[in-house]
């Protein structure tokens, strides 16, 4: 059977798919502008209406026909449409078989949770949110039932944010490296407890001084040219949660914060969205305006922007690099910090209860322990009552520390109150990955070197030649695999870890 | 027959349309921000895409369906209902009929043509701009074979701005406007010419001031405030083009431009696109988030917006009760001004060559030789290379002015090269509407002492009750006779105009 036709009909149907996707993007990037308040209701009635007219395509019967015909004949596809028909088929499955009922009441639960959450928070008041956890656990399980799945449920939930992944591959990932980093966590604990005189003791207290946010403004649009990004195609803007979207191949709009007590904080912000911005840049528009122009999976992206953040940002090389401009912008308020403070006050360790707050090396166990809480959960059940007791444990076992109330524990996050289990471990992940591409990259090229003398043309396009021109076309684990010859591994980041943090902790 | 069914099915269809005509808007208002620059082609596919998604479904076979089965019982329909089937019928027919190669002929030399445009004013060239000109007048005719109209093919392009106008009825109207207004014009031109030294002679120096933008922006976000905008619903913004979009119900953004030479620019522009805003947010919920939101017509939008800008923001009350807001937020920069010379320069008048720049009392005249020129050529077509010498001689009858070149001539404006014919005289239709209204608004409240009082929520409450409430419930002459007793009439007009300017320059 000739099958041009029906892949040419496929395609363009996709092209459809996608020009839908391009403008949900862009109705949740007008969301978070500064536009009139009021709207905010009207403007999810819109939302909704599109956010629905791409469900029906992704999910129409057209699509099952599509998929159907297209299936026996996969072999004879390029990678282009193997992996358009690939990523068309898994988007179905997740979605077409939940049904109608039951997907209606997640969402709205999800909202009214989002609400309970919030004042559970405020309140700290567990008791107040469990009972719409427990539910939206119930719900969450219930719906594992009609998604694909190998194993166990979680798995189901997990591939919504990584495709393929399993908990038999993270299981091992995370085993190794909580082997490796509780104790290092420990061993650098110990010595700043034991040591409080030395200045890596406590935080910098420059960190912490007034610094107007016109002049964290001025420090970051640097940043942006610094990492050559193009204006014309990426901006910069101010929002009060960051961001990068990524509304067309030659138009990414990404965002920072700026708190005027903690300077550092717009700098990684804008240093991590760049990341996502600079990977979305790099996708060559062959893949960008199509459905497989999102990047490899949210763990991917995830390892791309903490590249950019962590691997490149807090490096001694980029420290350096930025250091002149630091001072220039920011000098006159943070008053005389030497280089080596500023690098080390940009490295400040310790273990800590806020996830979002944590530095580079205690991060990851905060992401783990989520995971083997969502994965209990969501596979056999649990009395929610009893969730609070098991976060704290956790806690005290891989940070040595007391929680003292819920609102600083279990509370802290807004994910699983708007029903995301499963999303967690993109950022984990994105740790493995950035470290086991970053060991290849420093065979391949000068990478420090590139870093230190600013040349991030040269780096981004490298970048792009060795890992963004993939995006979708295969899954992150296939990339990483073609890349690196490896397999992903966390040894990297175990290696990554224990040497930088070592060198300044522990010499 | 039992219709019911089939009108609540009518009715879903048309919530459908407006949300792709809600999405629209966003995309075009999104394209007017700062944004990246290169990502413009591919925000026009996004674009093209919705675009032919909301003509689909505007044009469809179901929506002849509904047509079809719903006309034979408009009569036992609700007013709005009536309208529902009235507004879809028109859009059908105007869109409908017209053969897909012809559009899509149209759509391509339009944007060739506003490129030829472009170059063509740059170098003061009528020539390399006349070609198109010739074809967009040769397709506009062909299309006219394929839209509904009466007695004449021109009728068919005014009715795509103004619903059930005529040529009849603007030629009456137009024909007294130039009959009072041209000598009015002549006697203030001689009285200016003849006394020189006279301070009404004489555009007034202060009005050229260097004012920064930021004191500027400060003093529009004033007046916004004077009148009443609610920054929760209505914001202001800046762009190159001013301009209102309704985004929804609660949701209007509207923008001014800030000229460091021009600080009255920024003021009625501000006023200007408030205007159109007050009236989208005083059209009620239950036709604002319908096809009839938009209000009754271009014309009568037109009304709306220059009712704010001048018979207010120009009058002697209003400029009274902001003076101290201009003199506090723009007095170190234009230096002393009294009242009495703030109001003189705000209604400067004299005849000159261009539109956009021209004041109250002349633009009308720059909008009806356009429609004359656009009548005779769109009905009987042209010799274009005879256009200048047409535009010319217009200039000359109606304003005693020579036209030194097409750049200050025929070419000044980007509409026809858009192929927008029929689309000026919205502006003047505008101004007749709003001094038939005022008339009336004058016997029902007391206008100027609520003007002068700055009661603000009042007068836009009282034009909600009496104007804005009905949108596009009925056509805007409809509306105009069911407001002031009398069909759409161009005296008050000429009696606003003869009075004003007669006691500013004749007395």
């Known amino acids: ?69 297209l299936t026996p004949v996969q072999d004879k596809l390029s990678d282009f449409h193997k992996a358009l028909l690939r990523v068309s ?68 939930l997990l591939n919504l944010y990584e495709e393929d992944i399993s908990t038999e591959a993270l299981d091992k990932m995370f085993g190794e490296i909580k082997a490796a980093i509780i104790p290092l966590i420990k061993q650098i604990s110990d010595k700043q407890t034991s040591n409080p005189a030395n200045r890596l003791a406590h935080r910098p207290e420059f960190l912490s001084r007034y610094v107007p946010k016109a002049a964290q403004e001025k420090l970051c649009l640097r940043l942006c040219k610094i990492l050559a990004l193009d204006e014309s195609k990426a901006m910069l803007y101010e929002t009060t949660h960051p961001f990068s979207f990524t509304i067309n191949t030659n138009d990414v709009r990404f965002s920072t914060r700026y708190d005027e007590h903690d300077f550092a904080s717009a700098i990684f912000s804008t240093l991590h969205e760049a990341g996502h911005s600079i990977y979305s840049l790099n996708i060559p528009e062959e893949l960008n305006e199509t459905i497989l122009g999102g990047g490899a999976s949210a763990g991917f992206h995830e390892s791309q922007s903490r590249f950019y953040e962590n691997v490149i940002g807090r490096g001694y090389e980029f420290v350096s690099l930025i250091y002149n401009d630091i001072m220039e912008c920011l000098g006159e308020y943070i008053g005389p910090v030497s280089l080596q403070e500023m690098y080390e006050g940009f490295n400040y360790v310790t273990p800590s209860l806020i996830r979002v707050e944590a530095d580079e090396l205690t991060y990851t166990l905060h992401i783990i322990m989520r ?22 444990e956790k ?38 990955y950035n470290a086991q591409l970053l060991n290849n990259i420093k065979k391949e ?19 792009k030649e060795r890992v963004h021109k993939y995006s979708q076309l295969y899954t992150a684990a296939q990339q990483i695999k073609m890349i690196t010859g490896e397999e992903p591994t966390p040894k990297y980041f175990i290696d990554y870890l224990t040497e930088k943090f070592s060198k300044l902790y522990l010499n």
Chains 1, 2 share one sequence.
């Not at 536009?35 to 909704?48: L, M």
């Not at 009441?105 to 009214?112: M, Q, Y």
């Not at 959960?377 to 704290?392: E, M, Q, S």
């Not at 005290?396 to 996050?413: S, T």
């Open 1 to 69: 059977m000739d099958y041009t036709q029906t892949l040419n009909e496929f395609c363009d149907y996709l092209k459809k798919i996608e020009a839908y996707s391009k403008v949900n993007s862009l109705l949740f990037w007008d969301s978070m502008q500064k536009i009139p308040k009021a709207g905010s209701p009207y403007r999810a009635n819109t939302r909704g209406v599109m956010a629905a007219e791409l469900f029906q395509l992704q999910t129409s019967g057209q699509m099952r026909r599509y998929l159907d015909q």
């Open 89 to 156: 088929r898994l988007t179905y499955e997740q979605n077409a078989g939940i049904p109608k009922e039951l997907f209606q009441e997640f969402e709205g639960l999800k909202a009214e949770a989002m609400d309970a959450w919030d004042t559970a928070y405020k309140n700290n008041d567990y008791d107040y949110f469990e009972p719409y956890l427990k539910k939206l656990i119930t719900l969450s399980r219930e719906i594992t039932k009609h998604l694909p799945f190998n194993h166990e449920p979680y798995n189901a």
């Open 371 to 392: 995971y083997e809480m969502e994965r209990e959960f969501i596979n056999n059940g649990v009395d929610t009552a009893r969730l609070p007791i098991i976060w704290n």
């Open 395 to 432: 806690i005290r076992d891989y940070f040595g520390l007391e929680v003292p109330n819920n609102k600083l524990g279990i509370l802290q996050d807004i994910q699983w109150s708007a029903g995301r289990f499963g999303g967690f471990v993109s950022y984990a992940l994105g740790n493995v």
């Open 445 to 463: 090229i000068d990478f420090n070197g590139l870093v230190s003398r600013g040349e991030f043309h040269k780096i981004n396009e490298y970048l």
